[in-house]
């Protein structure tokens, strides 16, 4: 299995902040990199797949980049509603596997 | 727009057979991958399998023997089974489609509401 590891695992910022969330795979996995951000008692929601590219409806302060191990979700200037749980998650190879996740709490 | 409700068994003894089924509104399980992911209390996402309309499966290696997913397609549903259950099961289950996103790309790009299951005797 192909094990993806997020850093850090959970941070604390403010309103306004630029924050960055890091996943590696252990292996390449070239593009196959999505995003997902989860809130207490939901589903996740996808937010970025294939690296950088933004769900519909997602706003434009979230962006991603990388390629074959190292990737990072950036939030440009964090709001009140982006407080929440990130996923990474690999579909180069089965079977999927997620991040352990990054949790952004209000500092 | 396609969405998904799941439902299912929420509490079951050590042993018995974990059930859920998630049907398929505003579109068809005949195309796509539909998939179950599960989510411990306080823990991370875990992939347990998915299937296509003609049942092909692909399954988490780690449950595989324990697994069944099926689809009913006059229904437009699909199903997981896990047998033999232990406290360890206990999660959140989802169901959700592993749609293509973009070529030959693809994302859970719609979830289920999540069904809580607690195997406990």
Same mark, same amino acid.
């Given at each position: 299995?192909?094990?993806? /590891?997020?850093?850090?695992?959970?941070?604390?910022?403010?309103?306004?902040? #630029?924050?960055?969330?890091?996943?590696?795979?252990?292996?390449?996995?070239?593009?196959?990199?999505?995003?997902?951000?989860?809130?207490?008692?939901?589903?996740?929601?996808?937010?970025?797949?294939?690296?950088?590219?933004?769900?519909?409806?997602?706003?434009? #302060?979230?962006?991603?980049?990388?390629?074959?191990?190292?990737?990072?979700?950036?939030?440009?200037?964090?709001?009140?509603?982006?407080?929440?749980?990130?996923?990474?998650?690999? /579909?180069?190879?089965?079977?999927?596997?997620?991040?352990?996740?990054?949790?952004?709490?209000?500092? | 727009?396609?969405?998904?409700?799941?439902?299912?068994?929420?509490?079951?003894?050590?042993?018995?057979?974990?059930?859920?089924?998630?049907?398929?509104?505003?579109?068809?399980?005949?195309?796509?991958?539909?998939?179950?992911?599960?989510?411990?209390?306080?823990?991370?996402?875990?992939?347990?399998?998915?299937?296509?309309?003609?049942?092909?499966?692909?399954?988490?290696?780690?449950?595989?023997? #324990?697994?069944?997913?099926?689809?009913?397609?006059?229904?437009?549903?699909?199903?997981?089974?896990?047998?033999?259950?232990?406290?360890?099961?206990?999660?959140? $289950? $989802?169901?959700? #489609?592993?749609?293509?996103?973009? $070529?030959?790309? $693809?994302?859970?790009?719609?979830?289920?509401?999540? /069904?809580?299951? /607690?195997?406990?005797?």
């Amino acid at each position: 299995d192909i094990q993806m /590891t997020q850093s850090p695992s959970s941070l604390s910022a403010s309103v306004g902040d #630029r924050v960055t969330i890091t996943c590696r795979a252990s292996q390449s996995i070239s593009s196959y990199l999505n995003w997902y951000q989860q809130k207490p008692g939901k589903a996740p929601n996808l937010l970025i797949y294939v690296v950088s590219s933004l769900q519909s409806g997602v706003p434009s #302060r979230f962006s991603g980049s990388g390629s074959g191990t190292a990737f990072t979700l950036t939030i440009s200037s964090l709001q009140p509603e982006d407080f929440a749980t990130y996923y990474c998650q690999q /579909t180069y190879s089965t079977p999927q596997t997620f991040g352990q996740g990054t949790k952004v709490e209000i500092k | 727009q396609v969405q998904l409700q799941q439902w299912g068994a929420g509490l079951l003894k050590p042993s018995e057979t974990l059930s859920l089924t998630c049907a398929v509104y505003g579109g068809s399980v005949s195309a796509y991958y539909w998939s179950w992911i599960r989510q411990p209390p306080g823990k991370g996402l875990e992939w347990i399998g998915e299937i296509n309309h003609s049942g092909s499966t692909n399954y988490n290696p780690s449950l595989k023997t #324990r697994v069944t997913i099926s689809v009913d397609t006059s229904k437009n549903q699909f199903s997981l089974k896990l047998s033999s259950v232990t406290a360890a099961d206990t999660a959140v $289950y $989802y169901c959700a #489609r592993f749609g293509q996103v973009v $070529y030959y790309y $693809y994302a859970l790009d719609v979830w289920g509401q999540g /069904t809580t299951v /607690t195997v406990s005797s």
